[in-house]
């Protein structure tokens, strides 16, 4: 399962990398409505890592956009709604079902098409229902030590995990790492087509991949706010980079090598 992600990233133009978004309040200059929102530590580590941030606001979903780019980042936000996998609502799980089914088509989509996903904190939580798996609504109901990965409102916790041998993750970050994190939910009944490649000391998921198809990594934790530690979006964005050169060359594209001189990692 090991990913050659790990080597240097190759030359040609920058990856079109899609993130979802939030939708929901927001304000600029002296104006406050319903706006597109992605956190800029988001679009910041995809362009520091090579790639071109595109945004897929959750209004007008069309999983055929995904053939227009080279990767998919789901990014985190709020609770994923316990019906899309069959359960009752916890008094504390708030979510946004419209963003739910926007997130889950994408998914889906992506998988369907072998598209290289990185699927963070809510993120990796979308792409385990998405395959049939089921979420813990609230953490500190089943773990007693649950608390400190959410320690206050606007305050990442700080979570050190164990990788699995031969995993991406392990290719990645090596046998133990740590990131931010912010999160009262976690992964429960993991589907069948993910495989946990991490782990806190607690037993907590912290990272899931597929067993087969493209490249796809969730992970729990919140490694766009660990800036000093970008190797995730760089091993994302140099997968992201194979696809479309790989793609283009089965598709026999005609721009294909005036694409491959500008890419700068």
């Known amino acids: 399962m090991a990913s050659s992600a790990s080597e240097p990233a190759p030359e040609g133009r920058r990856p079109r990398i899609a993130l979802t978004t939030y939708y929901q309040e927001g304000s600029w200059g002296v104006w406050n409505s319903v706006a597109a929102i992605v956190p800029g530590a988001y679009v910041e580590a995809v362009a520091a890592a090579g790639?071109?941030?595109?945004?897929?606001?959750?209004?007008?979903?069309?999983?055929?956009?995904?053939?227009?780019?080279?990767?998919?980042?789901?990014?985190?936000?709020v609770d994923v709604d316990p019906r899309f996998y069959g359960a009752e609502r916890h008094e504390?799980?708030?979510?946004?079902?419209?963003?739910?089914e926007h997130d889950l088509a994408l998914t889906r989509a992506a998988l369907e098409r072998g598209l290289p996903?990185?699927?963070?904190?809510?993120g990796a939580q979308i792409l385990n229902v998405a395959l049939g798996g089921t979420l813990v609504q609230h953490l500190p109901d089943v773990n007693e030590n649950a608390a400190?990965?959410?320690?206050?409102?606007?305050?990442?916790?700080?979570?050190?995990?164990?990788?699995?041998?031969?995993?991406?993750?392990?290719?990645l970050l090596g046998e133990t790492a740590e990131?931010?994190?912010?999160?009262?939910?976690?992964?429960?009944?993991?589907?069948?087509?993910?495989?946990?490649?991490?782990r806190a000391e607690d037993g907590t998921v912290e990272?899931?991949?597929?067993?087969?198809?493209?490249?796809?990594?969730?992970?729990?934790?919140?490694?766009?706010e660990n800036r000093?530690?970008?190797?995730?979006?760089?091993?994302?964005?140099?997968?992201?980079?194979?696809?479309a050169r790989e793609r283009d060359r089965s598709a026999g594209s005609a721009d294909a090598p005036h694409r491959e001189d500008t890419f700068t990692p």
Do not use: M, N
């Open 148 to 171: 400190r990965y959410q320690p206050g409102p606007g305050r990442y916790g700080r979570v050190a995990f164990r990788t699995a041998p031969g995993s991406r993750c392990r290719a």
């Open 179 to 198: 990131s931010p994190c912010y999160h009262h939910q976690a992964l429960d009944e993991v589907a069948e087509r993910l495989v946990v490649t991490a």
């Open 92 to 100: 504390l799980t708030s979510s946004q079902p419209s963003r739910d």
């Open 117 to 122: 996903l990185f699927a963070i904190c809510r």
């Open 51 to 77: 790639g071109t941030p595109l945004l897929l606001p959750p209004v007008g979903t069309d999983a055929g956009v995904l053939e227009l780019v080279d990767g998919l980042i789901v990014i985190g936000g």
């Open 228 to 243: 000093k530690d970008p190797r995730l979006f760089e091993g994302f964005v140099r997968v992201a980079h194979e696809h």
């Open 207 to 224: 990272a899931v991949e597929t067993t087969a198809g493209g490249w796809t990594l969730g992970v729990q934790f919140h490694p766009e």
